[in-house]
């Protein structure tokens, strides 16, 4: 069974950084895109950052220039380095995985648990 297991969320105050870690485990033949997503209260889940099998990367506009988005293939983890955080930034932050099964080849999406992020003075 395949999981998603995220760290690293937590309270800091505006200009902060934190660093999330998503770390993927499991039977699975490959993770052909690994992501972050948030969801504000009463938002809609939105994209934060993605990177490719390949390391095409890309960034919601809010967060270009802030957030850095890295990819440790080997270990099957996703780190998303926040910078110059900003109160518009609190929300909680999901982990996301296309992954390809063992067996079927067929892809399919995985999501972590979510990890809060709060940024307040």
């Known amino acids: 069974q395949v999981q998603l297991v995220e760290s690293g ?3 800091v105050q505006p200009g ?3 660093r999330l870690s998503c770390a993927v485990s499991g039977i699975f033949r490959s993770i052909n ?3 972050w997503y948030r969801q504000a209260p009463e938002k809609e889940r939105e994209l934060v950052a993605r990177i490719t099998s390949g390391g095409d ?3 919601a506009d809010p967060v270009k220039g802030r957030f850095t988005i890295s990819r440790d293939s080997a270990r099957n983890l ?3 380095e926040m910078n110059s955080l900003k ?3 609190t929300a909680v932050y999901y982990c996301y995985a296309e992954i390809v099964d063992q067996w079927t080849f067929s892809p ?3 999501w972590g648990q979510g990890t ?3 940024v307040s003075s």
């Open 33 to 35: 895109v690994m992501g």
């Open 78 to 80: 996703v780190y998303l």
């Open 87 to 89: 109160p518009e930034d």
């Open 9 to 11: 969320g937590g309270l």
């Open 116 to 118: 809060q992020v709060t």
């Open 108 to 110: 399919r999406d995985y």
């Open 16 to 18: 902060g950084s934190l």
């Open 57 to 59: 990367i890309n960034y």
